[in-house]
């Protein structure tokens, strides 16, 4: 951790205090059951989010068509709002993913 609002630049180690402290023997626990439903809706929702996510990728690819889209007829005046929107296309597919990788690597660690 590092703060700026502290004489030097950063204050090392001010959150490992933090981390080997003992809980409170008053702190809120939750039973096994209850952990274990909370596990299961979190794994539903990223896995209904990566399905999402895989579809929107699938359609991006689709639409960039290997980045040769069709222009439309706008595009075609002004070639460069075509390749405006062959970038903002890749950057979609790119974006998403990304957010595939992230979604599989979460489901993946909570194996």
Known sequence: MHYFNVPGGAAEGAGASARGAPTPSNFPKVDAATQKGRDDVRRTVLTDELATE??????????????????????????????????????????????????????????
């Open 54 to 111: 895989e579809k929107l990728l699938d359609e991006a690819r689709a639409a960039y068509a290997n980045g040769a889209p069709p222009p439309t007829p706008a595009e075609q005046v002004a070639p460069e709002k075509y390749a405006e929107r062959v970038v903002k296309l890749r950057q979609a597919m790119t974006l998403h993913e990304k957010n595939i990788e992230a979604l599989k690597k979460e489901l993946a660690a909570k194996h």
